[in-house]
């Protein structure tokens, strides 16, 4: 069992030095922080959403490389890995690792549309980084980029993506939602549907179930169910892996099946 917290990326980049290098890159940049310090003002700040900046960007990293790790161990390979635009999986994991640092920035211009927007903003960033990164340049780097900015792209809610690398990242953006770090952007200060429910969700797992990926969410009561049919639901359904999710929800009376439905009519 796995914790999904900004602790997480850590432990996968430590004992990897193409990840551990990329994510200093990311960490010590001055525009890429900078924008990520802009999305957290256009959100917070502005418009008075949740935490859209730098500790959600490390949260998805490490949420997204911990399911694509869980998905390789069941046999599943990366997209960009089969079809060649990596060559190893530590490259696949270097395009997860991007894509999901770098999901948000688009909210520094503004929230609408803000992954059609980061995802134009990152193919300076990543031009500018990767041969620093990967130590490539040409073709090579150009594939390796549009596979970065497809994931970007695919957070979007009813984009479906075509990469497990977008499919990990869209997911794993979905899973920081434990004390009132929700991905449905509620208005601070105000007590509604969105604030209670998000405020409910105590803490999310992943690990190994049936499926590859068991995603349990703990939660003080079923309020928190609203976050997880807004979000977490959506991005499941249009991952293109939502055969090899599962989600439990586990309260202090009971656990639920949330994902797959056990029939149309409730999750129990």
Partial sequence: MVLVSPRLIEQHVSDHPLLSRAYAFLEGDEEIQELLKMSNLMAVTRLRYNDHGIVHARIVAGASLELLGLL????????????????????????????????????SIHRLKHEYIGALLAKDILDRILPKILEVKGRRLYTFRQEVLHAIYATEYNT?????????????????????????????????????????????????????????????????????????????????IEDKIEVSVVTPDRTLNFYPPQREAGYE
């Fill in 160 to 240: 479906r993506c075509l990469t497990v690398e977008a499919a990990v990242v869209k997911i794993g953006d979905g899973l920081d939602m434990s004390e009132g770090r929700a991905r449905v952007p509620y208005r601070l200060g105000k007590v509604d549907m969105h604030s209670v429910s998000a405020l409910s969700i105590r803490r999310v797992e992943v690990e190994r179930g049936v499926k590859p990926i068991r995603i349990k969410v703990y939660m003080d009561d079923l309020a928190g169910l609203f976050q997880l049919e807004e979000v977490l639901n959506p991005k499941i359904k249009t991952s293109g």
């Fill in 72 to 107: 390789a161990d069941s046999g599943v390979t990366p997209t960009t890995l089969r079809d060649g635009s990596t060559r190893s999986f530590e490259e696949a994991e270097l395009v997860v690792l991007l894509a999901a640092y770098l999901h948000d920035i688009g909210n």
